[in-house]
């Protein structure tokens, strides 16, 4: 059975990404040609390979290699990682914003402030989704406190 830590683990490094990317974006028509564009030795090339496989996120039909489900939904994943890392400055400016003023704006301009900067529709609904967690946070928290001390 595949877990989460060695699913993460073999794609975890530089090289390892790569292939798993090459694989999935089907550029994996010759070992050889993919061996020198990734600078691999055949060796890490296969034991890499190897690993992908492992983790249950390659498989190798007929000499050729291509995604499992698995592979399919962490590459998936790995895109969406890739997209808010894009989005890095962006996010640490809306942290500052939101941090300082957390408590003092109401939902509406928090949602402004994030839909201004950012362009992304789906990182637009987490964060704007998570401001209203943390608005109605001390509500609940406030309500836990008398529960507790009655």
């Given at each position: 059975?595949v877990s989460t830590s060695s699913v993460i683990s073999a794609i975890s490094d530089d090289k390892a990404l790569s292939l798993f990317?090459?694989?999935?974006?089907?550029?994996?028509?010759?070992?050889?040609?993919?061996?020198?564009?990734?600078?691999?030795?055949?060796?890490?090339?296969?034991?890499?390979?190897?690993?992908?496989?492992?983790?249950?996120?390659?498989?190798?039909?007929?000499?050729?290699?291509?995604?499992?489900?698995?592979?399919?939904?962490?590459?998936?994943?790995?895109?969406?990682?890739?997209?808010?890392?894009?989005?890095?400055?962006?996010?640490?400016?809306?942290?500052?914003?939101?941090?300082?003023?957390?408590?003092?704006?109401?939902?509406?301009?928090?949602?402004?402030?994030?839909?201004?900067?950012?362009?992304?529709?789906?990182?637009?609904?987490?964060?704007?989704s998570d401001t209203r967690k943390q608005k109605e946070q001390p509500k609940h928290r406030s309500h836990l406190k008398e529960v507790?001390?009655?």
């Amino acid at each position: 059975m595949v877990s989460t830590s060695s699913v993460i683990s073999a794609i975890s490094d530089d090289k390892a990404l790569s292939l798993f990317k090459a694989v999935a974006l089907s550029e994996n028509d010759y070992s050889n040609l993919l061996i020198s564009k990734l600078r691999l030795s055949r060796r890490q090339y296969y034991s890499t390979m190897m690993a992908l496989m492992d983790a249950d996120l390659v498989r190798r039909i007929s000499g050729r290699y291509s995604l499992t489900s698995l592979g399919k939904i962490m590459f998936n994943s790995y895109l969406k990682i890739e997209t808010a890392t894009k989005y890095y400055w962006k996010l640490k400016a809306i942290d500052s914003i939101l941090t300082s003023a957390i408590s003092e704006l109401p939902v509406q301009e928090c949602t402004r402030i994030i839909d201004n900067i950012i362009d992304n529709d789906e990182i637009k609904a987490i964060l704007n989704s998570d401001t209203r967690k943390q608005k109605e946070q001390p509500k609940h928290r406030s309500h836990l406190k008398e529960v507790l001390i009655h």
